[in-house]
């Protein structure tokens, strides 16, 4: 890639500009969810400090999942331990499986700042990030690859007084399960991502063994794609 390129995909990248007030704007916990649509009862369940026991789903369909909600992927219940909007149609269903105060330290929280209640979340949708998308492309393309879906996967610490910090990196596996689109269920899907400190695309690999699902361990987030 060449380097303009690489600096107008990193200035996109970086952006924090994603809904952010919908992570911070009265959380909802939900029991469970399938794509964009809430199904079974509502639930207050496990949440962080800054979320609350209500649930609901706008007219769209955004729907801001808390910590330890059941979600549905590709059919199967799951608990996502972090929270957050999850928004993406382009998979069948994300969650976040390792423990989350795990989560929380290799984002760079210390105890004393979860002590003063900064949190975790996630905001996962669609990806509109046209560099991004290109850029992931042509990198697919070099190794054979094509791409099925392009989503958005950031994580951000959010203090109590509503500061939002993204975290492109963290100083952990951070392990993630999505529901691969129906049309490449079976295949052998990879996940890529740019990383922006090192302006090389990540490979992450499927660790599950459920055809219709994609588990990664992953310690880059931004715009991801599902390649196969």
């Known amino acids: 890639m060449k380097?303009?390129?690489?600096?107008?995909?990193?200035?996109?990248?970086?952006?924090?500009?994603?809904?952010?007030?919908?992570?911070?704007?009265n959380p909802m916990t939900v029991n469970a969810v399938s794509g964009n649509t809430v199904s079974g009862n509502t639930s207050s369940g496990s949440t962080s400090s800054s979320e609350s026991s209500s649930s609901s789903s706008s007219s769209t369909g955004s729907v801001t999942v808390?910590?330890?909600?059941?979600?549905?992927?590709?059919?199967?219940?799951?608990?996502?331990?972090?929270?957050?909007?999850?928004v993406a149609t382009a998979v069948n269903g994300a969650a976040i499986t390792t423990p989350y105060a795990s989560v929380a330290t290799a984002a760079g929280l210390s105890q004393a700042d979860i002590d003063a209640g900064t949190n975790v979340r996630f905001y996962i949708c669609n990806s509109t990030n046209k560099a991004m998308k290109d850029a992931l492309k042509s990198a697919a393309e070099a190794t054979g690859k094509n791409v099925a879906a392009y989503i958005n996967v950031d994580l951000y610490t959010i203090t109590k007084k509503g500061a939002v910090t993204a975290i492109r990196n963290t100083a952990a596996p951070?392990?993630?399960?999505?529901?691969?689109?129906?049309?490449?269920?079976?295949?052998?899907?990879?996940?890529?991502?740019?990383?922006?400190?090192?302006?090389?695309?990540?490979?992450?690999?499927?660790?599950?063994?459920?055809?219709?699902?994609?588990?990664?361990?992953?310690?880059?987030?931004?715009?991801?794609?599902?390649?196969?």
């Not at 390129?5 to 911070?24: G, H, I, R």
């Not at 808390?66 to 999850?86: L, M, P, Q, W």
């Open 3 to 25: 380097k303009a390129t690489l600096n107008k995909v990193f200035a996109s990248a970086l952006a924090v500009a994603l809904c952010v007030p919908m992570l911070v704007v």
């Open 66 to 86: 808390g910590s330890n909600a059941t979600v549905v992927i590709a059919g199967r219940n799951v608990t996502t331990t972090v929270g957050g909007v999850f």
């Open 174 to 228: 951070v392990t993630m399960t999505f529901g691969l689109p129906g049309r490449i269920a079976g295949s052998n899907a990879s996940i890529m991502c740019v990383d922006s400190t090192t302006g090389k695309a990540v490979v992450m690999e499927d660790t599950d063994t459920d055809p219709r699902t994609i588990t990664v361990d992953a310690t880059v987030f931004g715009v991801y794609a599902i390649v196969y």
